[in-house]
């Protein structure tokens, strides 16, 4: 199947690094981010930013949102990491689920966040920008996000369950959900899930959310659970303060 709004390779992107990026973010100068494609792997990261200490978590598809102040010790459970600390690269792994940066231009803050539909459906990124708000007083205005490859809407098809239990949890299914081809199931745009909780929950501007809209499992330079099941890889996506 081919998505609708067919992906191309965007100027804002530069495609030859082997992880995308969003080009007006590459303007400050403390802030290093990429979403990463098939072929880099976790030993080019370490090799690229050997600067910085990677953090990696055990991801569940929960709500959980960890803070960290220095490099962690153990093994962190969870799906969300935020710091304020320099030389901490933070890493979500993802095959179609959505992977978004939060990045506080005045107080210096980044946070990473797995957005599968589970976490998505629990408001994981509202969490996330609640730990920074708590830290910094972050306001709307300082705040951006950026979302990175996903598998799109015509690609990702679930069954009712799914669609109730954003309902019950007060998303606007009209505008995330479009029937699916077998009865009784439905199309959800994970990344239009996660725009309205930042724009009609957490009050940013839709100025402020900057996009890499491709689709994992169109596009051959990126892993898909749904294309390739259990031979696919993980995408690494990341951010740090320099
Ligand atoms: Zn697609």
Redesign the pocket.
């Known amino acids: ?3 609708a709004g067919d992906p191309v390779i965007r100027k804002d992107m530069a495609a030859e690094k082997r992880y995308y990026q969003i080009e007006s973010w590459l303007k400050i100068p403390w802030l290093v981010h990429g979403f990463g494609q098939a072929g880099f792997d976790w030993d080019n990261l370490v090799e690229e930013f050997s600067s910085f200490f990677p953090v990696e978590m055990k991801q569940q598809h929960s709500e959980q949102v960890i803070f960290l102040e220095s490099r962690p010790e153990n093994e962190i459970k969870g799906d969300g990491l935020v710091t304020g600390t320099r030389g901490l690269l933070l890493v979500v792994k993802t095959a179609d689920c959505l992977p978004v940066f939060l990045v506080d231009r005045t107080n210096q803050l980044v946070a990473a966040v797995h957005c599968g539909w589970r976490g998505t459906k629990e408001k994981i990124l509202l969490r996330a920008l609640e730990i920074m708000r708590k830290k910094s007083r972050s306001s709307e205005a300082e705040l951006w996000a950026g979302f990175g490859p996903a ?2 809407q ?2 990702y098809e679930v069954g009712r369950e799914v669609f109730e239990q954003f309902r019950q949890n007060g998303f606007r299914v009209e505008e995330i959900f479009q029937p699916g081809e077998k009865t009784g199931h439905f199309y959800l745009d994970l990344r239009k899930a996660n725009l309205l909780l930042l724009t009609d929950e957490a009050g940013l501007s839709e100025r402020n959310i900057f996009q890499v809209d491709l ?4 596009r051959s330079e990126l892993f898909s659970y749904r294309r390739d099941r259990d031979n696919a890889g993980r995408l690494l996506n990341f951010i740090g303060l320099k």
Do not use: G, K, N
């Open positions: 199947m081919i998505c598998i799109e015509r690609c689709c994992t499992r169109c």
